[in-house]
Structure formats: structure tokens, C-alpha cells
């Protein structure tokens, strides 16, 4: 689905090669109440940053939790979007709210309809 795919850039007409590479607690690295989704795009990296408070939103809804698999989706659907739609311009970091990111959750489930469905994510060596 959204850990490895390929997507036109809506400018440059460009094929851009997305692959998902790490899911990073930004607590200790950047002092953030988030998650840093690191992508590459053709081999550039691109970063999505998902907001802790998504976590606790989710739960509180429906006693479940978001997965470190569908964390890697969420994520890539983003952006995805973001790339179609033309709003990537190149930015390293791309930063959602908590909305945003249950919205693009709710969209990744409806496609996949049970987590059970979601792709594992590549053990990086």
C-alpha cells in the first residue's frame, strides 16, 4: 500500500519512488510530542510527523491503538495526497495535527478495512 509506492508529481510529471524507511519517537530525538514517519523520495528524505496526541485521540474514540504498521500508512497516504495533489514542494518535513491524521487514518481503513490487511513493514538490517 503506502510503505513502498510510486506516485507522478502533479508539476513536474515526475515518477517519484516512495519508500518508507523508519518510524521515530521524536521525544528524544527532537524534543517532540511526535512521531517522525521517514520516507525516501528518489532517495531524498522526506519526513512526516504525526502527532503523540493522535494516539490518545484514537484510543479514547475506540479503545484500540494505531500500530507502528499503521502508523507507516497513514503516513504514506499522506503523502501521497500531498505529492497529487501538488502541495510537496520539496520540504524535508511535513508536520499534520491530530485531525489530519485520524482523517488520513479513517481513509487507510477504509481501504483496508481491518488491520489484519495492512502490509508488514521490510525489517531494515
Known amino acids: 500500500m503506502y510503505e513502498n509506492f510510486h506516485v507522478t508529481d502533479k508539476w513536474t510529471q515526475q515518477d517519484l519512488h516512495c519508500v518508507w524507511k523508519a518510524n521515530i519517537v521524536a521525544i528524544a530525538t527532537r524534543h517532540a510530542d511526535?512521531?517522525?514517519?521517514?520516507?525516501?523520495v528518489n532517495e531524498r528524505a522526506v519526513w512526516i510527523v504525526l502527532p503523540c496526541m493522535a494516539w490518545v485521540e484514537f484510543k479514547r474514540k475506540t479503545g484500540n491503538v494505531i500500530t507502528d504498521f499503521l502508523t507507516a500508512q497513514i503516513?504514506?497516504?499522506?503523502?501521497?495526497?500531498a505529492v497529487m495533489s501538488g502541495y510537496d514542494n520539496g520540504r524535508e518535513m511535513y508536520t499534520l495535527s491530530v485531525v489530519e491524521t485520524l482523517e488520513h487514518l479513517d481513509r487507510v481503513m477504509d481501504e483496508v478495512r481491518n488491520t489484519d490487511n495492512l502490509p508488514t513493514l521490510p525489517v531494515i538490517a
Open 34 to 40: 511526535a512521531v517522525d514517519v521517514r520516507f525516501e
Open 75 to 81: 503516513a504514506g497516504h499522506y503523502l501521497k495526497e
